[in-house]
Protein backbone atom coordinates (compact mmCIF):
# COMPACT_ATOMS: atom_id res chain seq x y z
CA UNK A 1 0.00 0.00 0.00
CA UNK A 2 1.66 3.17 -0.73
CA UNK A 3 1.63 6.55 1.96
CA UNK A 4 -1.51 7.95 0.56
CA UNK A 5 -3.02 4.46 1.29
CA UNK A 6 -1.85 4.18 4.60
CA UNK A 7 -2.98 7.82 5.63
CA UNK A 8 -6.29 7.34 4.16
CA UNK A 9 -6.83 3.95 6.23
CA UNK A 10 -5.39 5.66 9.26
CA UNK A 11 -7.99 8.82 8.76
CA UNK A 12 -10.61 6.21 8.42
CA UNK A 13 -10.18 4.57 11.14
CA UNK A 14 -9.41 7.73 13.57
CA UNK A 15 -12.83 9.07 12.12
CA UNK A 16 -14.26 6.30 14.04
CA UNK A 17 -13.11 7.47 17.25
CA UNK A 18 -14.56 10.79 16.41
CA UNK A 19 -10.89 12.15 17.57
CA UNK A 20 -9.63 15.71 15.43
CA UNK A 21 -6.65 15.54 13.87
CA UNK A 22 -4.93 17.69 11.47
CA UNK A 23 -2.62 16.68 8.84
CA UNK A 24 0.82 18.70 9.24
CA UNK A 25 4.51 18.84 7.68
CA UNK A 26 5.47 17.24 4.08
CA UNK A 27 2.18 15.60 2.96
CA UNK A 28 0.06 19.36 4.18
CA UNK A 29 2.64 21.71 2.43
CA UNK A 30 1.82 19.17 -0.53
CA UNK A 31 -1.96 19.64 -0.45
CA UNK A 32 -1.16 23.32 -0.64
CA UNK A 33 0.67 22.88 -4.28
CA UNK A 34 4.29 23.01 -2.79
CA UNK A 35 6.02 19.74 -3.99
CA UNK A 36 7.73 18.34 -0.93
CA UNK A 37 9.16 14.74 -0.24
CA UNK A 38 8.83 13.48 2.81
CA UNK A 39 9.46 9.98 4.54
CA UNK A 40 6.61 10.31 7.15
CA UNK A 41 3.26 11.82 8.00
CA UNK A 42 2.35 14.21 10.89
CA UNK A 43 -0.74 14.52 12.71
CA UNK A 44 -1.36 16.79 15.26
CA UNK A 45 -3.56 16.10 17.90
CA UNK A 46 -4.77 16.92 21.37
CA UNK A 47 -2.75 15.36 23.57
CA UNK A 48 -5.75 13.93 26.01
CA UNK A 49 -6.40 11.99 22.69
CA UNK A 50 -3.56 9.84 22.51
CA UNK A 51 -4.85 6.89 23.51
CA UNK A 52 -7.40 6.55 20.67
CA UNK A 53 -5.01 7.76 18.48
CA UNK A 54 -3.13 4.94 19.02
CA UNK A 55 -5.72 2.41 19.63
CA UNK A 56 -6.40 3.45 15.41
CA UNK A 57 -3.07 3.55 14.59
CA UNK A 58 -2.53 0.08 16.48
CA UNK A 59 -5.63 -1.28 13.75
CA UNK A 60 -3.40 -0.22 10.92
CA UNK A 61 -0.53 -2.69 12.28
CA UNK A 62 1.61 0.53 13.50
CA UNK A 63 3.23 0.29 17.21
CA UNK A 64 4.25 3.62 19.25
CA UNK A 65 8.91 3.20 19.36
CA UNK A 66 8.93 6.37 20.96
CA UNK A 67 6.92 8.86 23.15
CA UNK A 68 8.12 12.29 25.03
CA UNK A 69 6.43 15.21 26.37
CA UNK A 70 5.74 16.73 22.61
CA UNK A 71 5.11 13.81 20.47
CA UNK A 72 4.77 10.39 19.76
CA UNK A 73 6.25 8.24 16.89
CA UNK A 74 4.55 4.90 15.55
CA UNK A 75 5.93 2.50 13.05
CA UNK A 76 4.77 -0.39 10.72
CA UNK A 77 6.51 -3.77 10.83
CA UNK A 78 6.04 -3.93 7.15
CA UNK A 79 9.06 -2.18 5.02
CA UNK A 80 8.30 1.05 2.85
CA UNK A 81 5.82 2.22 5.29
CA UNK A 82 6.00 5.46 6.31
CA UNK A 83 6.53 6.43 10.03
CA UNK A 84 3.81 8.12 12.10
CA UNK A 85 4.31 11.37 13.87
CA UNK A 86 1.93 12.33 16.25
CA UNK A 87 2.00 16.39 17.55
CA UNK A 88 0.86 16.75 20.85
CA UNK A 89 -1.28 20.25 21.51
CA UNK A 90 -3.78 21.60 23.51
CA UNK A 91 -7.49 21.27 22.30
CA UNK A 92 -7.59 24.88 22.25
CA UNK A 93 -4.25 24.96 20.05
CA UNK A 94 -6.03 21.92 17.72
CA UNK A 95 -9.39 24.08 17.92
CA UNK A 96 -7.91 27.30 16.26
CA UNK A 97 -5.33 25.36 13.77
CA UNK A 98 -8.43 22.92 12.53
CA UNK A 99 -11.04 26.51 12.17
CA UNK A 100 -8.34 28.51 10.07
CA UNK A 101 -7.57 25.31 7.96
CA UNK A 102 -9.12 23.71 5.23
CA UNK A 103 -10.48 20.11 4.53
CA UNK A 104 -9.19 17.86 1.84
CA UNK A 105 -9.99 14.63 0.25
CA UNK A 106 -7.44 11.48 1.03
CA UNK A 107 -9.77 8.68 -0.54
CA UNK A 108 -13.05 7.99 1.42
CA UNK A 109 -11.72 9.85 4.40
CA UNK A 110 -11.16 13.90 4.80
CA UNK A 111 -8.65 15.49 6.79
CA UNK A 112 -7.77 19.59 7.52
CA UNK A 113 -4.65 20.52 7.08
CA UNK A 114 -3.57 24.22 8.38
CA UNK A 115 -3.68 27.32 7.32
CA UNK A 116 -0.62 28.80 5.27
CA UNK A 117 0.04 31.23 8.04
CA UNK A 118 -0.27 27.73 10.95
CA UNK A 119 2.11 26.56 8.35
CA UNK A 120 4.42 29.25 8.65
CA UNK A 121 3.91 29.58 12.53
CA UNK A 122 4.80 26.03 12.80
CA UNK A 123 8.11 26.09 10.74
CA UNK A 124 9.33 29.41 12.66
CA UNK A 125 8.66 27.32 15.44
CA UNK A 126 10.74 24.06 14.57
CA UNK A 127 13.11 26.33 13.50
CA UNK A 128 13.85 28.52 16.47
CA UNK A 129 14.02 25.10 18.81
CA UNK A 130 15.46 22.88 16.64
CA UNK A 131 17.65 25.37 14.35
CA UNK A 132 20.89 22.90 13.19
CA UNK A 133 18.53 20.19 12.74
CA UNK A 134 15.81 21.22 10.77
CA UNK A 135 17.22 24.10 8.73
CA UNK A 136 18.24 22.50 5.41
CA UNK A 137 14.46 21.27 5.45
CA UNK A 138 12.43 23.79 6.89
CA UNK A 139 14.38 27.44 5.53
CA UNK A 140 13.18 26.25 1.99
CA UNK A 141 9.99 25.40 3.18
CA UNK A 142 9.63 28.85 5.08
CA UNK A 143 10.98 30.67 1.48
CA UNK A 144 8.26 28.71 -0.52
CA UNK A 145 5.00 29.41 1.80
CA UNK A 146 6.12 32.75 1.92
CA UNK A 147 6.22 32.80 -2.03
CA UNK A 148 2.30 31.11 -1.68
CA UNK A 149 1.40 33.86 0.64
CA UNK A 150 2.45 36.63 -1.44
CA UNK A 151 4.92 37.75 1.67
CA UNK A 152 8.49 38.87 1.49
CA UNK A 153 10.80 38.35 4.27
CA UNK A 154 10.49 42.09 5.83
CA UNK A 155 6.73 41.95 5.37
CA UNK A 156 4.86 43.21 8.24
CA UNK A 157 2.80 40.24 8.65
CA UNK A 158 5.64 37.84 8.38
CA UNK A 159 7.77 40.12 10.79
CA UNK A 160 4.44 39.69 13.48
CA UNK A 161 4.64 35.97 12.65
CA UNK A 162 8.28 35.86 13.74
CA UNK A 163 8.31 38.15 16.70
CA UNK A 164 5.35 35.10 17.92
CA UNK A 165 7.07 32.09 16.65
CA UNK A 166 10.84 32.15 15.20
CA UNK A 167 13.88 34.93 15.66
CA UNK A 168 15.38 37.08 13.99
CA UNK A 169 18.80 34.97 13.03
CA UNK A 170 16.10 32.92 11.09
CA UNK A 171 15.05 36.36 9.16
CA UNK A 172 18.21 36.76 8.28
CA UNK A 173 19.00 33.28 6.81
CA UNK A 174 15.89 33.35 4.60
CA UNK A 175 17.21 36.75 3.43
CA UNK A 176 20.32 34.99 2.65
CA UNK A 177 18.90 32.13 0.91
CA UNK A 178 16.00 34.23 -0.72
CA UNK A 179 18.89 36.34 -2.29
CA UNK A 180 21.19 32.79 -3.20
CA UNK A 181 18.05 31.33 -5.03
CA UNK A 182 17.12 34.48 -6.77
CA UNK A 183 13.91 35.51 -5.69
Not at 25 to 33: D, I, V
Not at 134 to 159: I, Q, Y
Request: with cysteine; charged share 25%; glycine share 6%.
Amino acid sequence: MDSLGILEKILVEIERRQTAVVLVGGWALNFHGMPRQTLDLDLMIAAENLPAATAALELCAYCMVFQSELFARFRDQAAGSPDIDLLFVSPETLRTVTDSGRHVAVGNATVTIPSLDHMLAMKLHALKYNYPQRATKDLPDVANLLRLRGWRPDSPEFADLVKRFGSPAIVERLRLLITEDGA
